[in-house]
């Protein structure tokens, strides 16, 4: 058998052993040693391949991909410096616990060291992030090494896939010829076959004594609180979480990336912001027991106020995350928060449910406030525009929130909706990077529309996210805010040293985005009012790349935060708070 043939059986035999095990997506960049990966995913008929030529960006929207299904996608490169470009969004992945498959091809082993063009060293190129490394050697067919091949592929998927999620790294060497001569045929081993090798997870219920000891804890404390973190699963978590507090009388207090506030029922704390920027209110009700799910908060308001409760903590761990940076939880469970919803949720409170009231009460005083403020309002704000964006999405829709200001006010301004939205943001380590890029894997693998709010120096810094949509024909509505440059910085102390603050921090660059959207296809709007931009929004959803662009003033922008959290917690008032 010629190398070439080798190259492709070889790889043919990876790529249906991936699929054997779950891969149905793959993201190929464009390069000449990753010819046999790229021709072997080409060619399966079971794996949609996507083809991208900016390997950020396609690391990125693999890292989307892999949001929405819970399915990691193969990510594929060529040698050489190709594959670095993969590293933010391993990093994110591995911190956000995102299941992530790379495959780098590699020169040949005698082409290491002696000068070779597109030649470095990609043994652990992303040092400790990837949950496993394998160097899967040249290619050789045989009996052993075929099936040394299809275990290894699915160890990989199976790795990538257990809890906590993560990165799998696979580098593959190839010696020319890389392309066939004469096309092939994908061939016997691409189809459907029993997978070499089943590995069977773990476990994840949590211990059952355990659980008895946390409703025994339960029992004694009638001022609890549950406390949502961050968390993209696709399952029944709202309907266990806000079960379990109903069932204790403990208040649910919500982040905007947790599933639960934009559940479409229940009655979750949304705006704890303002209620515990409170002092009255917050010292008034300090709770003595809390339970944590999630990752970590968005809100330094709220992890202040739980760091100095006093309270007893206990964190619900379901991907190995340690979300308590301060090291308040006494006590640490892992296992599905789900099931520990449901055991715990078979304890009913018998106490009075003026504690739970009260925070229910204050809750319908801001969220009053706040829609009467943003429906007065003749300008946008931008509190009032992540307000009315999520106001305008039908349910089942996709909400991609970037990082820095975004996330934070969505967070803080926008209330639980008339019928569950998917929210998602790249939260591992809260960069702005491949956001547009990671909200197109969302709306890829997505069946209901999918919308990105996002800061403008995200936007820019992620210009090749729109080629991506451009050349894929992918469906995005983008909502762009427009300050000129990072507006979070002028809310930080760094803002008060003028000398220096425009150029290294705020960073004006004094540009708009029509130009950009007609560059990429995009259909571009600019809207000045409230009602301009929910019909701008609803307009969008029909499909298509959308790119609705939000003028705001920085300056002014710190002062509309200021004057509204100073309404709120006016608003919160002295009591009675049911």
């Avoid at 992303?126 to 290894?152: I, K, N, Q, T």
């Avoid at 229910?360 to 964006?389: C, D, K, M, N, T």
């Amino acid at each position: 058998m010629s190398s070439v043939d080798i190259n492709q059986t070889w790889a043919r035999c990876l790529v249906s052993e991936l699929n054997a095990h779950g891969i149905l997506d793959a993201v190929i960049c464009p390069g000449s040693r990753s010819a046999p990966l790229a021709l072997a995913f080409a060619d399966h008929p079971r794996i949609h391949t996507w083809s991208i030529i900016d390997e950020r960006s396609a690391a990125f929207f693999a890292l989307g991909l892999a949001k929405q299904s819970g399915v990691p996608a193969a990510l594929v490169s060529t040698s050489g410096t190709a594959g670095a470009n993969f590293y933010p969004a391993v990093i994110e992945a591995t911190y956000a616990h995102v299941p992530m498959l790379v495959l780098t091809a590699d020169r040949p082993p005698e082409l290491h060291g002696w000068g070779a063009l597109q030649t470095v060293s990609q043994q652990n190129l992303y040092g400790s992030f990837p949950r496993w490394f394998l160097d899967l050697g040249l290619p050789e067919m045989g009996e052993v090494a075929a099936r040394h091949l299809r275990a290894s592929a699915a160890r990989a998927v199976s790795t990538a896939v257990a809890r906590p999620n993560g990165v799998v790294h696979l580098n593959a060497p190839f010696r020319e010829p890389l392309a066939p001569v004469h096309p092939t045929s994908v061939g016997e081993d691409a189809e459907a076959h029993t997978p070499s090798v089943r590995l069977v997870q773990p476990s994840a219920t949590p211990q059952a004594e355990v659980i008895a000891a946390v409703r025994e804890r339960i029992s004694r404390s009638e001022r609890g609180v549950i406390v949502c973190g961050p968390r993209e699963e696709p399952d029944s978590f709202a309907e266990a979480v806000l079960e379990l507090g109903r069932n204790l009388r403990y208040p649910v207090f919500a982040e905007a990336t947790s599933q639960v506030r934009f559940a479409g029922f229940g009655d979750p704390i949304s705006h704890y912001e303002a209620l515990l920027r409170h002092q009255g209110f917050a010292s008034a009700h300090r709770p003595d027991l809390v339970l944590r799910f999630g990752g970590p908060l968005i809100s330094k308001v709220l992890q202040s106020w739980l760091d100095h409760s006093g309270a007893h903590a206990v964190l619900f761990s379901d991907d190995g995350l340690l979300a308590d940076p301060h090291h308040a939880a006494s006590l640490v469970i892992e296992g599905d928060a789900v099931s520990a919803c449901r055991a715990l949720s078979v304890a009913r409170s018998t106490q009075p449910n003026e504690w739970a009231a009260h925070f229910q009460g204050a809750e319908r005083r801001v969220r009053a406030a706040l829609q009467r403020r943003f429906e007065r309002e003749s300008s946008l704000s931008e509190p009032g525009a992540i307000y009315h964006v999520v106001a305008s999405l039908p349910p089942q829709a996709n909400l991609f929130v970037s990082s820095s200001m975004p996330v934070r006010d969505l967070d803080s301004f926008a209330s639980s909706s008339s019928g569950r939205l998917r929210v998602f943001a790249n939260r591992g380590v809260n960069g702005i990077d491949g956001v547009i890029s990671s909200a197109l894997g969302v709306a890829a693998n997505a069946s209901h529309p999918t919308v990105l709010i996002a800061g403008d120096l995200a936007v820019w810094h992620d210009l090749g996210g729109l080629l991506t949509a451009h050349r894929q024909r992918l469906s995005l509505t983008i909502v762009v805010f427009n300050n000129d440059g990072g507006g979070i910085f002028s809310f930080l102390p760094i803002a008060k040293i003028p000398a220096h603050f425009e150029e290294l921090f705020a960073t004006p660059h004094g540009l708009g985005f029509s130009s950009v959207g007609a560059l990429f296809g995009a259909r571009y709007a600019q809207p000045r009012t409230s009602e301009e931009l929910r019909g701008c929004v609803r307009g969008s959803l029909e499909g298509g790349l959308h790119l609705i662009e939000v003028h705001t003033d920085r300056d002014q922008n710190v002062q509309a935060h200021h004057s509204l959290f100073e309404e709120l917690v006016a608003v919160v008032g002295d009591g009675p708070w049911v």
